[in-house]
Structure formats: structure tokens, C-alpha cells
């Protein structure tokens, strides 16, 4: 009975322990993407330090009165999550685009990770100057990107070397894990093996859910669905990095009505009009121009055998 009674008097000491053990400790999943968007950044060359709002900066004009002015945006919705510093927690990885007003567009690797409950940038580095990224991933505590840059002989504007490039986080610093690996030169074959599904019509016009849009690549030809018929168009790789040529579309004869007949029709014809394709945060960028407009459809990978 006085063990049992000692026992007794001991729990409420022994739940106290407990319950501040469980509220106190830090979350072990990576800060939100919405969290990620609304955070302080240093390390930005454009501007240091800089706080997005749902993702974007911008700074005074640099001449009074001037329209150009400098610029930090979230990179698409681009992050991966790991632990990168062995605390068994996850770090957030994110991409940001820098303008200082040139020509060019440099693009920020960051990290992110959970402090007292809050998300702080711990460290930042630029990766490169119109530096596309076409995948990523955490792997080992590595961060690991698969990158598009110019590579010997190619302009700023039109890159056409695959690399991929490593950081590790080192205390407050990110630096290169191992030697950049040369993939090799951009080509449609780059386009194969996964299928595309569009995500946006225009880099600021976000395609609708439903019907889905996808395409593919092989043999000479894209194909897919464009929301309503399958379809068939061949292409040709054009003299530059990335650039193409395509022939005349050939499609199954369902007809659809209301929003699939209008998505449609708008895919076909701004999928005519695509001249090159690239990468923007993770996501395949098909450029295009018809007459009466132009911009770039972004497209999200998944694998062929995935279904709707």
C-alpha cells in the first residue's frame, strides 16, 4: 500500500514532465508553402534582406519616377523537404528569382527550417544567372538539382547544357556537396519517358482542373489529351537549345460542348503555335505564339502510367 500511495503522489509529476515534453518540442515537418511565401530572406543579391508577401518583393523604382524597378519572387511553387542538418526534423528548399533591373534573372537556392516554432531562412546561395531547374530532390542531407544553364558556346538567353548541381548546409551556409555532373545537351528526348499534365495557360493564368490536358513525347511526335479527343501532332528539333517546329495536328472526332470544347480548342492552338520548350521551377515551359497571342504553357510532371 505505501508504494502504491508513493506512486500516486508521483504521477502528476511524471504527466507534467510528459505534456511539456509533447508541447514543447519543434514540429518535425517543414514550414507550410503558404508559411515559405511570407518569410523574411537574406542572402538575395538584388535586395538584402527582403520579406515576400504571398511570394514576391519589389523595391523602389531605380530612377525616380522610373517603371523598372527591383524585384524577388517565389519560383513557382518549387520546395523540397528533407532533413538537411541531421536534427531529424524537415528543412524546406525553395527557389528564388532575383531582378536587378537587367536583362537577366538570378535564381536563389534557400532553406528554410522551423526555430522556436517559427520559420527563419538559414541560409541562401545563388545558383546561377537564367539558371532553369528542371527537378530537384533531398537526398542524404544533399540537395540535389537538375539544371538547365548555358553551357560552352551558348548565349545567356538560351541555354542548352543538363547538369546537376549538389549543395549541403554547413551551419548557416550552403555550399557545393560535390562537382557538377554534365548531363549532357538539351533535346526533345529530354521530353519522354514521363507525361506532362498543364497546370497554367500563361505563366499568371492557371489552367482548370478539370478536363485534363496532358502531353507526351516519342518517336517525333506529341500526343495526349486536350481535355476532350486524344491527339497526335509531330515536331522536329529547330537549330537553338530547345527549340522546334510542329506540323499539323490530328485528333480523335468526339465533340464536346461547354468548358472541354473551349479547353479544347485553346489547347490546340497555342500547342500549333509552340516554338520551344525549357523549365521554370521544376515545371516544363512550352513558349508559344499565335496571332493573337503568346506566353509559355507550364506543364507538371507525373508518371505515364498515372491516371485521373
Known amino acids: 500500500m505505501k508504494t502504491f500511495l508513493i506512486f500516486l503522489a508521483a504521477l502528476p509529476v511524471m504527466l507534467t514532465g510528459c505534456n511539456k515534453q509533447a508541447g514543447g518540442s519543434e514540429p518535425k515537418t517543414a514550414p507550410a508553402l503558404a508559411e515559405l511565401k511570407n518569410i523574411t530572406y537574406r542572402g538575395v543579391v538584388e535586395q538584402d534582406p527582403v520579406t515576400l508577401d504571398d511570394g514576391s518583393w519589389q523595391g523602389s523604382p531605380f530612377v525616380a519616377g522610373g517603371a523598372s524597378r527591383p524585384g524577388v519572387h517565389f519560383v513557382r511553387d518549387f520546395q523540397l523537404r528533407g532533413d538537411l542538418d541531421g536534427d531529424r526534423r524537415e528543412d524546406a528548399a ?134 476532350c479527343n486524344d491527339y497526335q501532332m509531330p515536331v522536329a528539333a529547330g537549330e537553338g537549345p530547345g527549340e522546334f517546329t510542329v506540323g499539323i495536328g490530328m485528333a480523335t472526332k468526339m465533340y464536346c460542348g461547354g468548358l472541354a470544347g473551349e479547353t479544347e480548342n485553346r489547347f490546340m492552338k497555342q500547342l500549333g503555335g509552340a516554338m520551344k520548350f525549357g523549365f521554370s521551377g521544376g515545371m516544363l515551359s512550352l513558349s508559344y505564339e499565335t496571332e493573337d497571342a503568346w506566353g509559355a504553357m507550364l506543364f507538371e510532371a507525373r508518371p505515364p502510367s498515372a491516371r485521373n
Open 94 to 227: 525553395v527557389l528564388l528569382a532575383g531582378d536587378s533591373g537587367g536583362a537577366g534573372e538570378n535564381i536563389y537556392l534557400a532553406v528554410v527550417s522551423l526555430v522556436a516554432g517559427r520559420p527563419v531562412n538559414r541560409a541562401t546561395v545563388l545558383v546561377g544567372d537564367r539558371i532553369q531547374v528542371r527537378g530537384g530532390r533531398i537526398t542524404d542531407g544533399r540537395i540535389v538539382l537538375e539544371v538547365l544553364r548555358p553551357g560552352p558556346g551558348d548565349a545567356l538567353c538560351c541555354p542548352g547544357e543538363l547538369a546537376t548541381v549538389s549543395y549541403a548546409l554547413d551551419g548557416d551556409d550552403l555550399v557545393p556537396a560535390a562537382a557538377d555532373v554534365v548531363a549532357g545537351r538539351l533535346s526533345l528526348d529530354d521530353l519522354g519517358g514521363r507525361e506532362w499534365v498543364l497546370r497554367w495557360w500563361d505563366r499568371d493564368e492557371p489552367a482548370p482542373l478539370s478536363p485534363v490536358v496532358t502531353l507526351t513525347y516519342a518517336d517525333g511526335r506529341f500526343g495526349g489529351s486536350n481535355g
